[in-house]
């Protein structure tokens, strides 16, 4: 089956420091892949996303690549603000045996503190 | 427009209580599901609509009742819940592609506080 695996943190950085959340997924075929953002007491907010192969998503600064080889799509941010503290998810949409791909499949979720 | 909204925001409700959530989304989107979300954990999916008919129950219990009108709007109809149930209850929707019917990107709601008592 699908399933995500991303470091789970949490993770405390200063201002202006680089960010890298690594995810990692198995899957059939050929996913899309999802990053998901959730500000304290809110839902949660689409970041940023890669369709195929090699795609790059970005957003707000954040970036992320599409890395069929390794299977990945790290997280990464040259220099994070005090408002970017939040739970990032990384999600995937894989076809399941049924060939349906209507189930989100996410990480377990990073707790990401920035300090001034 | 990527807007899903969801009222209410905070909901309290007895265990013999009969509640219900709403979400509305504008963006044409013909799927549209429910999530559970329990604290420090990722959401869950429990009912996914596509066209307007029910397509997937992932076996949630019938205190639980999702229902479509139309195209745009999506309950949650809450009956005799117990605490356990308490959770943020978040609404996606996405696009459904022609031919092969996949789903999207999705974007969800800001979600429902619902706390059982």
């Known amino acids: 089956g699908n399933s995500v695996t991303q470091m789970e943190g949490p993770v405390t950085l200063s201002e202006e420091a680089f960010l890298t959340i690594n995810c990692t997924y198995t899957?059939?075929?050929?996913?899309?892949l999802f990053w998901y953002v959730q500000y304290p007491g809110e839902g949660l907010q689409l970041l940023l996303k890669?369709?195929?192969?090699?795609d790059k998503g970005s957003n707000k600064g954040f970036e992320a690549t599409y890395r069929k080889e390794t299977t990945s799509f790290h997280l990464e941010k040259g220099s994070v603000q005090v408002s970017d503290s939040a739970v990032y998810f990384c999600?995937?949409?894989?076809?399941?045996?049924?060939?349906?791909?209507?189930?989100?499949?996410f990480g377990k979720g990073t707790l990401l503190t920035v300090n001034p | 427009d990527t807007e899903v909204t969801q009222t209410p925001k905070h909901l309290v409700m007895g265990m013999t209580n009969k509640k219900s959530l709403k979400c509305e989304q504008h963006?044409?989107?013909?799927?549209m599901y429910w999530y559970k979300q329990k604290a420090k954990k990722p959401p869950e999916l429990m009912f996914v609509?596509?066209?307007?008919?029910?397509?997937i129950n992932e076996s949630v219990p019938s205190r639980f009742s999702p229902e479509c009108p139309n195209s745009s709007l999506l309950n949650l109809h809450l009956h005799a819940l117990q605490p356990e149930d308490s959770a943020l209850y978040l609404c996606?929707?996405?696009?459904?592609?022609?031919?092969?019917?996949?789903?999207?990107?999705?974007?969800f709601g800001q979600g429902t506080r619902l706390t059982v008592v």
């Open positions: 890669a369709t195929k192969a090699d």
């Open positions: 609509y596509s066209y307007e008919k029910l397509s």
């Open positions: 963006m044409g989107h013909r799927a």
């Open positions: 899957a059939t075929g050929y996913p899309s």
């Open positions: 996606a929707s996405s696009h459904l592609t022609s031919g092969y019917q996949l789903h999207t990107e999705a974007f």
């Open positions: 999600a995937l949409r894989g076809l399941n045996s049924g060939g349906s791909n209507y189930k989100l499949t």
